[in-house]
């Protein structure tokens, strides 16, 4: 059994900066992949990053790439979203989940579980 709970979201201008964090309790943290999704009002759980267990690969959603960086700290168990350069577009309810299948550049919410609570971020043009 794994907990996920998010924090750092916020307010922040287009072109800004956040640094999300995701921690997570239970001893099998280690063995997972990770990943990030976002979902907006009226709109589906949306892909944005993975990571795998030892944070040695890492796969993005196409409207992320280069401006967001995922990566893991497995001693301390918390997988970070660094997201940079900002865009309004860019505003949801950010959750963290546990990759529970394969492949785990998967980008259907169907294959993570464990969700957080999610943490807002609102970027504001």
């Known amino acids: 059994q794994v907990q996920l709970v998010e924090s750092g979201g916020g307010l922040v201008q287009a072109g800004g900066s956040l640094r999300l964090s995701c921690a997570a309790s239970g001893r099998t943290f280690s063995t997972y992949a990770m990943g990030w999704f976002r979902q907006a009002p009226g709109k589906e759980r949306e892909f944005v990053a993975v990571?795998?267990?030892?944070?040695?690969?890492?796969y993005y959603a196409d409207s992320v790439k280069g401006r967001f960086t995922i990566s893991r700290d497995n001693a301390k168990k918390t997988v970070d979203l660094q997201m940079n350069s900002l865009k309004p577009e860019d505003t949801a309810l950010y959750y963290c989940g546990v990759n529970r299948g394969y492949p785990i550049d998967s980008r259907s919410p169907d294959q993570y579980g464990y969700w957080g609570q999610g943490t807002q971020v609102t970027v504001s043009s």
């Open positions: 990571i795998n267990w030892s944070g040695g690969s890492t």
